[in-house]
């Protein structure tokens, strides 16, 4: 099941970025977005923020939705010639939805 977070609050975002021997790195940029699931963009490849060697995060203040929402965090790094991307997925929900 995923994170649940309260619409409204700032919710923080990690990524851990390793080579494929497993060693931490830094690529040039980090950027991270959020999308419905239909596709509707709510934050649009805004840069992480590095806090040690291959670890990343971003703060979002929920916005955009207002009721009930499954949403994906979508992770963006180039490295040389490949793109790579890491989702995760989380729920939102009002203040008032007790679940």
Do not use: C
């Not at 649940?4 to 950027?31: C, H, K, M």
């Not at 060697?53 to 040389?80: C, H, M, P, S």
């Amino acid at each position: 099941m995923p994170d649940i977070f309260t619409i409204g609050d700032t919710i923080r975002f990690t990524a851990s970025i390793a080579d494929i021997e497993g060693n931490p790195y830094d690529p040039e940029v980090v950027t991270v977005s959020v999308l419905t699931p239909d596709g509707k963009t709510l934050l649009d490849d805004e840069t992480a923020i590095r806090v040690a060697t291959g670890n990343y995060k971003y703060d979002w203040t929920i916005e955009g939705v207002t009721n009930l929402a499954n949403l994906i965090v979508v992770w963006n790094w180039v490295q040389g010639n490949l793109t790579n991307k890491k989702r995760m997925k989380f729920r939102v929900v009002p203040e008032t939805h007790y679940y």
